[in-house]
């Protein structure tokens, strides 16, 4: 977090010292239109280190960062969800109509999902034909 955002979100802040975090990087996943710039992550990175600062900042500040990265959270998740949704509606007819023209042409008595069986033989798994029907149709 840069300076000004220590600052603006936590007033307490107190610097205490520079640090190294080994075996991380920064990584920029996300772009924010308010602060017009990529939001950082550190990831798991061996033989990398990441360079920081530590503040010493009040409790409730930190509470209220917890809070603010709750409802960011919760805000991706409900997009996500969305996104999620709005494949399946789209995508359940196709899949149906691959299933019923592979269910005539084939004769297949039983489809089931592999989600639901304990244990089947890989000679009856038919997800690859039909994927290769759904690709035939985009």
């Known amino acids: 977090?840069?300076?000004k955002?220590?600052?603006d979100y936590c007033p307490s802040a107190t610097y205490v010292m520079k640090a190294l975090l080994p075996n991380y990087h920064v990584d920029f996943r996300r772009y924010s239109t308010d602060m017009q710039g990529g939001i950082s992550s550190i990831m798991e990175a061996p033989g990398d280190q990441v360079e920081g600062i530590v503040y010493d900042i009040a409790q409730k500040e930190i509470e209220d960062l917890n809070i603010d990265a709750q409802f960011e959270?919760?805000?991706y998740q409900k997009k996500g969800n969305e996104l999620q949704q709005d494949l399946m509606r789209e995508m359940t007819p196709k899949l149906q109509a691959?299933?019923?023209d592979l269910i005539e042409v084939e004769g297949y008595d039983v489809v089931m999902p592999r989600a639901g069986l304990l244990y089947t033989?890989?000679?009856h798994n038919i997800t690859r034909k039909v994927t290769e029907?759904?690709?035939e149709k985009q």
């Open 1 to 3: 977090m840069a300076t």
């Open 5 to 7: 955002y220590i600052r």
């Open 73 to 75: 959270l919760q805000k």
């Open 98 to 100: 691959v299933l019923t």
């Open 121 to 123: 033989n890989a000679k």
């Open 133 to 135: 029907k759904l690709n």
